[in-house]
């Protein structure tokens, strides 16, 4: 019997060559160290070659004239100076104000066998730049970030870093490109769009100091002929939570390329002698089939590599703040804890109120303590009142922010983003504290480490309600507008200690809905919460675009009132729960109004989620249906081994029409037979996948649904 091939090596190098080639599960990445140039190009993205054909490749560059930059596009990280005329990854200002680099190759390195780093320096100035690439196991994301390093002695003075990008992201020549990226807005996060990518500069980004609710940091990339399971796709991500920028450049000789990094124009960093910086992780990936299988293959990537407990299901949650608002006390919610339990909650959050000072927001953030007269014997009394119903306990908090009435800001009011001759920008009646200084984070860490204890808190919902204005950094300087990043690695420090001294604290991440939401904080977080807007029609929307990046096990959804607090809409109790069933179930309306019959049905979707959770949260998604293009919204998950498949349908509005077609699944063995739980019915995978799956039968009138749960059979 023959054996099969041993696995190729992630990363193989060609030393006579200075060819690099980097290989993932479905992939290739070829680049060239040219020592004699003093810099790094360039070859190739996609699908998978040898090293063999890599080494003989030539470089593609521009025809020599004296008005262009031969290897504008074609360096993997394109600095500032000589005859260079794109989009710097790297652009500094040293002590005597001059700006221009002149880049050699140090060395080749492998840390490991996943990891190669190649180390540049600039020929006389003090400026180093190490380049790093990864290959994680299993999977087709590769992974970028850059680390400087000021080389000189005291006298040198320091640099400035005015760009200093994670990573360029070179793409192969195609006759067009079309890019596809989220934007929107507060409670109208997630709205896709793909447009032609013109000849020039364009870009998205965040100069909010945080992701931001009006785009997300990735980019889609296509020739104009993909689709949802066909077409060569590329996508470049970046993993930060602060202010953040991506720029597409596309020349008129075709070069295309995309440079990911944190910051924005203004944002400079400075390096004293003997400093280094190390950025956000650039994420990438190339596959040949379609928009569904890059999200599928960042899904398995963030589950696999980057989420603190992918293996868990998160738990049915329950929270209190479309219920009460501020008017929370304990007699209440543990009148909302007991029928919660009832329904099948196995989470109950406490939200906002809950501690002093805080009537409404115009008051209390930053006063981290019991409210004493709605909580008089304090939270533990009502925290353990919900373990003994067997739920855990969650707290909303909101450690970044402040209002001008507290304690915390009569004490300290230097501690917030403010600049000495201008006015405070007051937004939601908050201000923000400046993470990027240690003394403000020492003193979060340490009423949240007493929160947590003194209360025996499973869960926090961790929020962020406003955007960053008058952000100018402590000490001030020349690079003052450094809080736009440091703010966030003062966050992760906060998030890295807590969870170390709470292994089992669980945390969701909020920033008014979506706000938050990027690869760096979900390194840290289990789950975010997706969108203020809980309409369960809006949410299918918002939703679609959520999982171009993201997995459903991190995507929290909440089953709310009808009609719903923010648009009004009246919606039936099942399509609210198929809607928030795509990701990671919650339930927050007014339950003490609800009738019996409709705590009745209630219970009975909970359970039902529960049954088809595992295949939901870490199952493969197929995006089948997407909704406003056409009477339809649908989306499948199928388990890892095949054996079980769910399938929602969502049919928002009615209208008058042709019969609907059978709904073609997706990713299921076609040899199998898979039997409808519901119904008994049975068809063979290929029949499924090829005719489709007769349409259920859907309820009469608006926001109509069903589930359809598919099982294997032996």
Not at 14 to 25: I, P, Q
Not at 178 to 203: D, F, Q
Not at 215 to 240: F, I, K, S, Y
Not at 557 to 569: E, I, K, M, Q
Request: aromatic share 8%; hydrophobic share 40%; with cysteine.
């Amino acid at each position: 019997m023959k054996k099969p091939a041993a696995p190729l090596p992630s990363v193989e190098t060609h030393e006579a060559s200075g060819t690099v080639l980097l290989r993932t599960t479905h992939s290739a990445y070829v680049l060239r160290v040219d020592r004699v140039a003093g810099t790094v190009r360039h070859i190739h993205w996609g699908a998978p070659l040898p090293l063999a054909d890599a080494v003989t490749l030539p470089v593609w560059s521009e025809h020599d004239n004296s008005f262009a930059g031969r290897w504008d596009g074609v360096e993997e990280y394109p600095v500032d100076g000589g005859a260079r005329f794109g989009v710097p990854a790297l652009e500094v200002r040293f002590p005597d104000g001059s700006s221009p680099l002149e880049p050699t190759v140090l060395d080749v390195a492998r840390r490991a066998a996943d990891h190669v780093v190649v180390r540049l320096r600039d020929r006389t100035r003090p400026l180093a730049w190490h380049l790093h690439y990864r290959v994680p196991a299993d999977g087709d994301v590769l992974e970028r970030w850059t680390e400087f390093h000021h080389t000189g002695a005291d006298a040198d003075g320091d640099v400035l870093l005015l760009r200093y990008a994670s990573a360029h992201w070179p793409l192969p020549h195609r006759p067009a490109w079309r890019t596809g990226s989220v934007h929107g807005g507060w409670a109208g996060e997630g709205r896709l769009e793909r447009s032609v990518l013109p000849v020039g500069e364009t870009v998205i980004g965040s100069r909010r100091g945080h992701t931001g609710h009006h785009a997300n940091p990735w980019l889609a990339l296509d020739a104009g002929d993909a689709g949802e399971e066909h077409g060569e796709v590329w996508v470049v991500a970046l993993a930060a939570s602060g202010s953040w920028r991506l720029t597409a450049q596309r020349t008129a000789a075709g070069r295309t390329g995309v440079v990911a990094g944190e910051g924005h124009e203004g944002i400079e960093l400075r390096l004293a002698p003997g400093g280094s910086h190390r950025t956000p992780v650039s994420l990438a990936l190339y596959t040949a089939h379609g928009f569904g299988q890059a999200g599928r293959d960042f899904h398995h990537h963030l589950r696999t590599h980057v989420l603190p407990n992918p293996g868990e299901l998160r738990p049915v949650l329950y929270n209190s703040w479309e219920a009460t608002s501020f008017e929370v006390s304990e007699d209440n919610q543990l009148a909302l804890a007991r029928r919660a339990a009832d329904l099948g909650a196995e989470l109950f959050v406490l939200d906002d109120g809950w501690f002093r000072g805080r009537d409404d927001d115009r008051a209390g953030l930053g006063d981290w303590t019991p409210h004493p007269a709605r909580f008089p014997r304090g939270l533990r009394p009502l925290a353990d009142e919900v373990h003994r119903m067997g739920m855990a306990f969650g707290l909303w908090v909101e450690p970044e922010m402040v209002n001008a009435d507290s304690d915390l800001f009569r004490s300290h009011p230097d501690w917030v983003l403010h600049q000495p001759d201008r006015t405070a920008t007051e937004l939601r009646n908050q201000l923000v504290l400046d993470f990027s200084r240690p003394e403000v984070t020492e003193w979060a860490l340490g009423w949240l480490r007493e929160v947590v204890a003194d209360n025996a808190v499973d869960f926090l919902k961790w929020d962020f309600n406003r955007a960053f204005t008058e952000a100018g950094a402590h000490p001030a300087g020349p690079d003052a507008r450094r809080v736009h990043v440091e703010h966030a690695r003062g966050l992760y420090r906060v998030l890295d200690q807590l969870r170390g001294d709470f292994p089992h604290l669980r945390i969701e991440a909020c920033a008014g809905g979506g706000g938050r939401v990027d690869p760096g904080i979900l390194a840290r977080t289990d789950q975010v919460w997706t969108s203020d807007n809980t309409d369960a029609v809006d949410r299918l929307t918002i939703q679609h675009g959520f999982s171009r990046l993201y997995p459903a096990s991190v995507m929290s959804a909440w089953v709310t009132d009808s009609p719903n607090p923010l648009t009004g809409r009246v919606v039936p109790m099942r399509f609210r729960f198929h809607s928030a069933m795509a990701g990671v179930l919650g339930i927050g309306g007014d339950l003490t109004r609800w009738t019996d019959t409709e705590l009745a049905e209630a219970a009975e979707l909970a359970r039902v989620y529960k049954d088809i959770r595992p295949v939901v949260q870490h199952g493969r998604q197929y995006r089948l249906l997407a909704p406003g293009e056409g009477p339809l919204a649908a989306v499948q998950y199928v388990s890892d081994d095949g054996g079980r498949a769910v399938v929602l349908i969502w049919r928002p509005s009615t209208a008058f029409g042709p019969a609907l077609p059978p709904l073609r699944l997706r990713g299921l063995d076609e040899e199998a037979r898979y039997r409808d739980e519901e119904t008994g019915r049975a068809w063979f995978g290929s029949t499924l996948q090829s005719f489709g799956l007769p349409m259920p039968d859907l309820p009469t009138g608006d926001c109509a649904s069903a589930l359809v749960r598919l099982r294997r059979q032996r």
